[in-house]
């Protein structure tokens, strides 16, 4: 089984300020992860994903995000974020097996943008 | 080309009533899953399916919760004798029959049970 912990609730930044959402997990196979952010009222739109390759993963709107597979980490990254990031991002992994199987989701982290 | 397409977006029922949620999956994708999100919490998976088949319901309450995903038609996500506790977003997934390990999210269906 995996499990996915998202240690901040809540990450309240300025904008145009950098910003790391932080992401572990637990599994005792490999795994393929994501990250996803949901806009009020509206579904999942996923902003990046890491199947295999190079850990350094680029995603939609200037986020980036690193597997490290020794922490069991996979942290989100923005440089400089903009009010319009405001919306709650949620991690996700599955077993890597060739085959469709389902996602386990952390809780999520609220980035709260402000001027 | 459309999305993932989930109705209703909103349903309101009465406790013991019947709640049903329909879910028409990317044109060509053959694999359904149905996650649940309740307040202030994330996506659970509640159950896999593939064309007439379920593949995983692991995470489908026993009872009252039914899914199917006929050979024509979408995805339906059945919910009998609903209870408040059932209030939640239902969201549904789908992904095409090769794996490219990313699911497509709907928009979501918001029961609320009065």
């Known amino acids: 089984a995996q499990s996915v912990t998202q240690l901040d609730s809540q990450v309240p930044v300025f904008e145009e300020a950098p910003v790391e959402l932080r992401c572990n997990y637990s599994?005792?196979?490999?795994?393929?992860l994501f990250w996803y952010v949901q806009y009020p009222n509206q579904g999942l739109q996923l902003l990046l994903k890491?199947?295999?390759?190079?850990?350094l993963v680029k995603g939609i709107n200037g986020f980036e995000a690193e597997f490290n597979k020794s922490q069991t980490s996979f942290h989100l990254r923005k440089p400089s974020v903009h009010i319009s990031d405001t919306a709650e991002y949620f991690c996700?992994?599955?077993?890597?097996?060739?085959?469709?199987?389902?996602?386990?989701f952390g809780t999520g982290t609220r980035l709260q943008v402000t001027l | 080309n459309a999305g993932v397409m989930q109705n209703p977006r909103h349903l309101v029922r009465r406790r013991g009533q019947e709640a049903r949620l329909r879910c028409s999956p990317v044109?060509?994708?053959?694999?359904v899953y149905w996650y649940r999100q309740l307040p202030e919490e994330g996506l659970k998976f509640m159950v896999y399916?593939?064309?007439?088949?379920?593949?995983?319901e692991s995470g489908m309450p026993k009872e009252r919760f039914s899914a199917e995903f006929p050979k024509e038609g979408p995805s339906i996500l059945r919910i009998q004798q609903v209870v408040r506790g059932d209030s939640a977003a239902y969201f549904c997934?789908?992904?095409?029959?090769?794996?490219?390990?990313?699911?497509?999210f709907g928009p979501g269906t918001r029961l609320t049970v009065l």
């Open positions: 399916l593939q064309k007439e088949n379920i593949i995983d």
């Open positions: 044109k060509g994708h053959s694999h």
């Open positions: 997934a789908s992904s095409p029959i090769l794996d490219s390990g990313e699911q497509f």
């Open positions: 996700a992994v599955r077993r890597d097996t060739g085959t469709a199987s389902k996602l386990t």
């Open positions: 890491y199947l295999s390759g190079s850990t």
């Open positions: 599994s005792s196979v490999s795994v393929y």
